[in-house]
């Protein structure tokens, strides 16, 4: 490695991405390309000699970021955020520099080290149970997975194993594939799509049970599904329950839930991958009830903490429960100060074995920034929200569809599925500012989300003059292509009239 | 974000890297700190204030370095490479200031087409079979994974949800619970641990056959083992055969693996994770023998491609056998362009849902150091490691155990495996060098593997000085305990004689 080149390369770039992110609102935020477009600009084979970097800046440049959405622009209001920072970005070269992996606590002590710290913090910060923190007497803990569907999965797994073994120990007769046979798990028809794929991939079916017309899941919605599935002699696992859904950020209700969870022994975690981010704020505090009896929980640092993807935390209320169910050693991995009881070896409390030192960019981050600085972005979005509910009920032509929460509003224009489809089509063809719809009952609606970094109040007009002069455009389209249309009837009948005292005329 | 102090940050943790990186030797490869060391040196809460990143840094450089084991020095010895370079660093830099997700072709077109494109430079790059390229006819195509864990979980459960799909259809009799209680897979006892723990997530035994005393696995044991499941009822869904195992670097005989096979309708996945940097070789050329029948594939682009961990690249022979068994959409993930015919949304290739723009850095490593300086780091670690097994058998107080393969040498002391754990004992106590041990048969040896960043010749003479030094120093103390307990025992005669006499004497 040449060090100066390496320099030279790193300065370069870092002033790539100033230029990008400082610029960033003078592109739009969706590209102009079809399929293949950037695809077929590049070669097709590895060049047999090396090229300067000079070379890969400029295709970066003028092949690729023509090429993507820009998930930073403050004109990105489709998904919940994937929050990025000066730490962050920084953390991540770091990382990379540095070039250690932690899968075991021997292999970096300190990568180890450092997460069980930074969860900690984190644990404290968003005012979680005690009993989550590595720090506390029994045997909890946190660890960074890398998406909040890991997370998922790792709970989904878990409890999927801890149900065998205990079911197997008070029904010995029947056989390990009876048992698993007769499994299953709940969440809310609400619920993320990588639950339902976490089913898929644990082969275990998950109910999805209808959400009330709040968009929330409650404890006797799941009583009800959990009696009838015992009676018919299934076994129930786990449910998981959501804090900011995906369509509308509903929040389920975590205490009736739990209530019926701990009757029935089913593992209850919580995907709180969004809405997470409001458990710091007092004013919040509403959001944490009953996270003292959930088994797991989940929340993406990277959509609210400015973490950059990817960066999932995940607390245990008994990690060993995952340890038990993981755990599948050879010789090579082993090492004198085994023992979770000391140390966790983190390799077991996920599903792959390798695994980024990601704890060094949260570090980084929560440090620049303060426990003051990450509570203040999260008021930030919820005021830029509060922001753009305001604009959207001063327009009598749109409808607020759920309440607004944290940074989403959900809205649509008056009218019927179709209206709402064709408005996001034309704003999605201009490519200012994106956003996607969701459905719930029959009725589809367009999500506007807070996102980007460094997002302003005027971006939030901008966005809000680009939906409703597009729905002033299209409403004007449609009253002409009514009137056109009433024209077309007018000239119809007036032929018909002249056809018909023609053929009168005729046949006389 | 505050663009200047960005600027300031950036430019010194490129410094930071830069003196890291090439003063690495200058520290033990394995640091001297006990459990929670490195926890007990940091505060307990996050800074309510922001701190400044110089604050940051030197903590990192005074705390957390010191507690790291440095994957990156020539001496760490232990486990496969993961291997980094000036190109793979920035592109983490550029992948997270650009900040982009790439689940699905709108999300970020160029993202999705980059890693297409970087794909099918990569399976060109290793000679593999043309239907592995999406550009081919057919279903077939790469994708980045993160981990060659992941890699693996992906292939078992793809199988796995093709195999009840397609038994269900021939013996619709059965329940799919029941089809599901009788599944099995295969892989040999010499495979990394992440495929038995693949077997644990999906619910489906996988037996570890006995590879031969020369640690590959053949056809013959393959089908000796189906023949008996399917006698009892089983149904036979995947072999994960391993080119380059952990323990050994043997290569399983994917020619008669992929016969049997495809004779009992089994899915072959070929878990190259290390020895797939040698397919790039015209003289490894013997290694590719029966790819062509394989139906997925995995190898790490941070063993030997020097980008760095993670990436994992893994290719299917027909993707759709993954995109249908995992596919469960929502509306909020559709778009106009959807459809793995045309493009793929990579999402459905993989476990979780959101993904880096992890082709970012593999198409600036590619770039920056061309096909030829590649393969020339492949040529090198080879050349590293022949230069070591020379040093082994030179010495003839040590012996061989597996043939060298790439850049793995097994070796170990002559003598039993106390002798072998006592020398490792020793070096790692000393953390000049860091090596693990393996175990096959009941036989305990050391693992040479050359790692690190631009590793020398001279670097293999230095780790070789330190186990034959320590070797010297061990059979010196155990001669000399050994003449002490001669001594010892001489006394002791000595006294038994005397007090012998004396009780003769006070006998008398």
Not at 356 to 362: G, P, Q
Request: hydrophobic share 40%.
């Amino acid at each position: 490695m040449d060090f100066d080149e390496f320099r030279e390369f790193g300065h370069a770039s870092i002033e790539f991405i100033i230029n990008y992110l400082s610029s960033i609102r003078d592109r739009n935020v969706l590209p102009s390309v079809v399929p293949y477009e950037v695809f077929n600009q590049l070669p097709k084979e590895i060049p047999e000699k090396p090229e300067h970097w000079r070379e890969v800046l400029k295709d970066l440049d003028q092949i690729i970021l023509p090429g993507l959405t820009h998930w930073q622009s403050p004109y990105f209001n489709a998904f919940y955020p994937s929050s990025s920072s000066a730490g962050s970005i920084i953390g991540e070269l770091l990382i990379a520099g540095i070039g250690v992996l932690g899968f075991s606590w021997i292999c970096s002590p300190a990568c180890t080290e450092l997460e069980v710290v930074v969860m900690d913090w984190l644990a404290k910060f968003l005012k979680l149970p005690e009993h989550f923190q590595h720090a506390s007497e029994g045997p909890g803990g946190g660890v960074i997975q890398g998406s909040a569907s890991e997370a998922v999965l790792v709970a989904v797994l878990a409890a999927r194993e801890q149900a065998v073994v205990s079911y197997k120990e008070s029904h010995p007769e029947l056989s390990e594939s009876e048992i698993r046979g007769r499994l299953v798990a709940y969440s809310s028809d609400q619920s993320n799509s990588c639950i339902e794929k976490a089913g898929v991939l644990a082969a275990m079916p998950i109910r999805l049970l209808a959400a009330g017309e709040d968009f929330v899941l409650r404890g006797e919605t799941l009583k009800a599904a959990i009696e009838e599935d015992v009676a018919a002699g299934r076994i129930p696992v786990i449910c998981i329950a959501t804090l900011g859904t995906t369509g509308t950020c509903a929040y389920d209700d975590i205490e009736s839930l739990s209530a019926v969870c701990e009757k029935h022994k089913v593992w209850l975690h919580v995907d709180a991958a969004y809405a997470g981010g409001g458990f710091a704020l007092e004013e919040y505090s509403e959001l944490r009830k009953g996270l003292d009896r959930v088994d797991s929980l989940n929340f993406n640092l990277h959509k609210f903490m400015l973490v950059n993807f990817d960066c999932s935390a995940m607390w245990l209320r008994d990690a060993n429960k995952v340890v038990d169910s993981f755990n599948v050693d050879r010789i090579y991995l082993k090492h004198k100060h085994e023992g979770q009881s000391q140390i966790p070896d983190f390799r077991h409390w996920q599903i792959p074995l390798g695994r980024r030192f990601r704890a060094l960019k949260v570090w980084i981050t929560f440090r620049t920034l303060g426990a003051e600085g990450l509570r203040n972005h999260v008021r930030k979005h919820i005021e830029l929200a509060k922001q753009f509910e305001d604009l959207v009920v001063k327009d009598s032509r749109f409808e607020i569809v759920a309440p607004r929460a944290l940074g989403l509003v959900c809205f649509r224009p008056k009218g019927d599925n179709e209206i709402t489809s064709q408005l996001l089509h034309r704003i999605m063809e201009r490519k200012k500012i994106y956003m996607v719809k969701a459905e719930h009952a029959g009725r589809q609606f367009l999500r506007f989300v807070v996102c980007g970094m460094d997002t302003k109040p005027e971006d939030i007009e901008f966005a809000w003059a680009e939906i409703e002069s597009q729905l002033t455009g299209l409403l004007e389209e449609q009253a002409l292509a009514s009137r056109k249309a009433g024209n077309v009837a007018d000239l119809t009948q007036h032929f018909q009239i002249h056809l018909t005292t023609d053929n009168v005329e005729k046949s006389q």
